[in-house]
């Protein structure tokens, strides 16, 4: 059993409670409120819902250029990178991304993996050393979940991703899907394979949101990697008022897979509160991947992050939420309890 006291961002609107967390066998035994001495900040470790880290191999290798020629299937500067990388070599790429994630609070990742099988089994080689444990999302044909967690498609016009939708519902698997990245078109197709999670959906209006809420399926937004392609900005506020939403970094080869840059570039971009931009960046996602955290509460597992509130950064901070949220950073961090 131990302790970890401080400013406790308790539940699902991060209530702050001085006081002290109790964890005992990896889980969250009781939240106690009382006097401490303690300047800590004590909030969910959080959950990445979408990254592609095969990318880890080409950091800035797309900066200038356009979404197809960046990232585009199957002749992008990402894919060719890709298949001409040594295996090994993609391997500890991988782990160092990974690794970078897990001391930064992030417990665990949703990747849409490249390379069929292979590519699925490389990235399970790189998380095997790590607290971080990786939902992998894999490609290809639909004998990829075999080894994969679920399925990660490109986008509905990319290739017909019937037979993987049909396999994924037969084995009770997640389906996911980029839909509204460069345009509209591909959106209403994805949403007739009628997916458990769709990412970007920059161009989504108002007859998609309507469809998003009606068959219940949640959406990941990756504010920073749109903006880097220069292919708009999601409508965050509408979305977050239709369905669940939750956060991701995106690709590697775009930007560091960080979630405090992430939050606070989201924060200042849109017309959110700093709770609702954590609540994305923590329990959306944890939702979404199926993960018993992403919440301090009584019997949850431990999953925490523990930051340093009188740093240099962060002393004086009037409200510990958003601080969290529009200031924090990776030198801010006291410790990971994954």
């Known amino acids: 059993m131990e302790e970890l006291s401080g400013t406790i961002l308790v539940g699902d609107e991060f209530e702050p409670v001085r006081g002290r967390v109790v964890v005992a066998d990896g889980r969250i035994e009781a939240i106690e409120e009382t006097s401490t001495d303690s300047t800590d900040i004590i909030l969910p470790a959080f959950v990445?819902?979408?990254?592609?880290?095969?990318?880890s191999v080409a950091k800035e290798a797309a900066v200038g250029l356009s979404l197809d020629a960046a990232v585009a299937p199957p002749d992008s500067r990402k894919h060719r990178r890709l298949?001409?990388?040594?295996?090994?070599?993609?391997?500890?790429?991988m782990r160092r991304s990974l690794?970078?994630?897990?001391?930064?609070?992030?417990?665990?990742?949703?990747d849409f993996r490249e390379s069929g099988p292979a590519g699925t089994r490389a990235l399970r080689e790189a998380a095997a050393p790590l607290d971080i444990n990786p939902v992998i999302l894999g490609s290809g044909p639909s004998a990829?979940?075999?080894?994969?967690?679920?399925?990660?498609?490109?986008?509905?016009n990319d290739d017909d991703f019937t037979d993987q939708r049909t396999a994924c519902e037969r084995r009770?698997?997640?389906f996911g899907i980029h839909a509204g990245e460069p345009d509209a078109t591909d959106i209403h197709p994805a949403l007739d394979l009628e997916p458990d999670l769709l990412v970007h959906m920059v161009h989504a209006e108002t007859e998609h949101l309507e469809r998003v809420a009606a068959q219940s399926?949640?959406?990941?937004?990756?504010?920073?990697a749109n903006t880097v392609l220069d292919v708009g900005t999601p409508p965050l506020q509408a979305l977050l008022e239709h369905t669940t939403v939750a956060l991701g970094t995106d690709n590697v080869m775009l930007n560091p897979p960080s979630m405090f840059r992430e939050m606070a570039f989201t924060a200042k971009r849109f017309d959110v509160t700093a709770r609702e931009v954590l609540r994305m960046a923590t329990t959306a996602g944890a939702e979404i991947a199926g993960l018993d955290c992403g919440v301090i509460a009584p019997d949850r597992r431990a999953a925490l992050l523990v930051l340093d509130g009188d740093s240099d950064n962060l002393a004086g901070a009037v409200d510990p939420v958003r601080a969290v949220v529009r200031r924090a950073t990776a030198l801010d961090v006291s410790r990971v309890v994954l």
């Open 217 to 224: 399926i949640p959406v990941v937004v990756c504010p920073r």
């Open 99 to 110: 690794r970078f994630m897990q001391r930064t609070g992030t417990v665990s990742v949703i």
């Open 83 to 93: 298949a001409a990388v040594d295996r090994a070599d993609l391997v500890v790429a």
């Open 144 to 156: 990829v979940l075999d080894v994969a967690d679920g399925y990660g498609a490109s986008g509905a």
């Open 48 to 55: 990445n819902a979408h990254t592609h880290l095969g990318d």
């Open 172 to 174: 009770n698997r997640p």
